[in-house]
């Protein structure tokens, strides 16, 4: 294989799971909602998709899902406004 065929090379759903260490129903999962950018080679368009994924497209998926990039902005809170003691209240 050329440099340039193993750069090519697209992954398989099953060797995506692998190297992520989750199941491959979850790696479909993240295909249809669009997270992870793969395409269809099957010959039917109709029937049941065959996806492959790009080295890239993967590397990209991880970038976004890493915690690498920074916490997440937490909102504050507001605390809960205290009933006054000092009372009694009737009902």
Known sequence: MT????????????????????????????IRAGELRAIDVSQNR???????????????????RSNT???TPKTERRPKPRRATDFVEYV
């Open 46 to 64: 109709g029937r049941k998709p065959r996806w492959r994924i790009a080295p890239a497209d993967l590397e990209l998926f991880e970038s976004r």
């Open 69 to 71: 990039l920074g916490a």
């Open 3 to 30: 440099n340039e065929a193993i750069i090519r090379r697209r992954l398989t759903v099953r060797e995506v799971a692998e190297i992520l260490g989750v199941d491959a129903n979850k790696i479909l999962k993240f």
